[in-house]
C-alpha cells in the first residue's frame, strides 16, 4: 500500500505561485505513475497534470498548460506541482494520486486508472 500525503497549498493572491509536494510514506515504493487532480466546491474533480514514474512523460490540461510544471524526485519518493500566474479559476482542492502502470494518455487523464490518492491540500488565489 503506497500513502500518499500532499502539502505546500495555501492562500495566494492571483498572479502568485505555489509549489505543492506530494510525498510517498514507502522509499522503496517509488515505481509509480503520479497524476494531479483538483476539485473546486459543487464541481467534479478535475485533471490536471501527471507524470510517468521515469519522469520522461508529462500531460498538463489545456488550462494550466505554460503556467503549471510537474515533477519528481524519487529518492525522495516525492512529486511536485509548480504553480505559476494562479489565477482564481485555480481555487480547489488538489490531489496527487498514483498509479502502478498507465499506458497513454487516456489512462493518465482519468481519475479512475489511479490506484491510491491523497486526502488533499486547498488552494486559494485571491483576486
Known amino acids: 500500500q503506497v500513502q500518499l500525503v500532499e502539502s505546500g497549498g495555501g492562500l495566494v493572491q492571483a498572479g502568485g505561485s505555489l509549489r505543492l509536494s506530494c510525498a510517498a510514506s514507502e522509499r522503496a515504493h517509488s515505481n509509480y505513475a503520479v497524476g494531479w487532480f483538483r476539485q473546486a466546491p459543487g464541481k467534479e474533480r478535475e485533471f490536471v497534470a501527471a507524470i510517468s514514474w521515469s519522469g520522461g512523460i508529462t500531460y498538463y490540461a489545456d488550462s494550466v498548460k505554460g503556467r503549471f510544471t510537474i515533477s519528481r524526485d524519487n529518492a525522495k519518493n516525492t512529486v511536485y506541482l509548480q504553480m505559476n500566474s494562479l489565477k482564481p479559476e485555480d481555487t480547489a482542492v488538489y490531489y496527487c494520486?498514483?498509479?502502478?502502470?498507465?499506458?497513454?494518455?487516456?489512462?493518465?487523464?482519468?481519475?479512475?486508472?489511479?490506484?491510491?490518492w491523497g486526502q488533499g491540500t486547498q488552494v486559494t488565489v485571491s483576486s
Open positions: 494520486a498514483a498509479a502502478r502502470i498507465l499506458y497513454g494518455y487516456t489512462d493518465f487523464v482519468t481519475e479512475g486508472r489511479y490506484d491510491y
